[in-house]
Nanobody, 118 residues
């Protein structure tokens, strides 16, 4: 069973920075990884994804401010967040696409809270 463990959330002032990290264990066949976020009363939304080949996409609201990266050897993915805004406040979840028994599955971390104050 794949487990995703996240860290790095916290409380920061608007304009500040934060770095989230996620470590995946339990599989050698991890494909695309990413970060999603969910604010109270809202659906979970994509923030950024990165393939195992390094192809990246971001949601428009974080382009130029957030940077996603991964270390394939360590099965980790990180999200560097800069120029944070109050609207970035949400629980952030790590996601991984995993090949198991010839089928693709999505796994999720437990979530880490990011709160941005004025």
């Amino acid at each position: 069973q794949v487990q995703l463990v996240e860290s790095g959330g916290g409380l920061v002032q608007a304009g500040g920075s934060l770095r989230l990290s996620c470590s995946a264990s339990g599989s050698r066949f991890i494909g695309t990884m990413g970060w999603y976020r969910q604010a109270p009363g809202k659906q979970r939304e994509l923030v950024a994804t990165i393939t195992n080949g390094g192809r990246i996409n971001y949601t428009d609201s974080v382009k130029g401010r957030f940077t996603i990266s991964r270390d394939n050897a360590k099965n980790t993915v990180s999200l560097e967040m800069k120029s944070l805004k109050p609207e970035d406040t949400a629980a952030y979840y790590c996601n991984a696409n995993v090949m198991e028994r010839f089928r693709m599955y999505e796994y999720w971390g437990q979530g880490t809270q990011v709160t941005v104050s004025l």
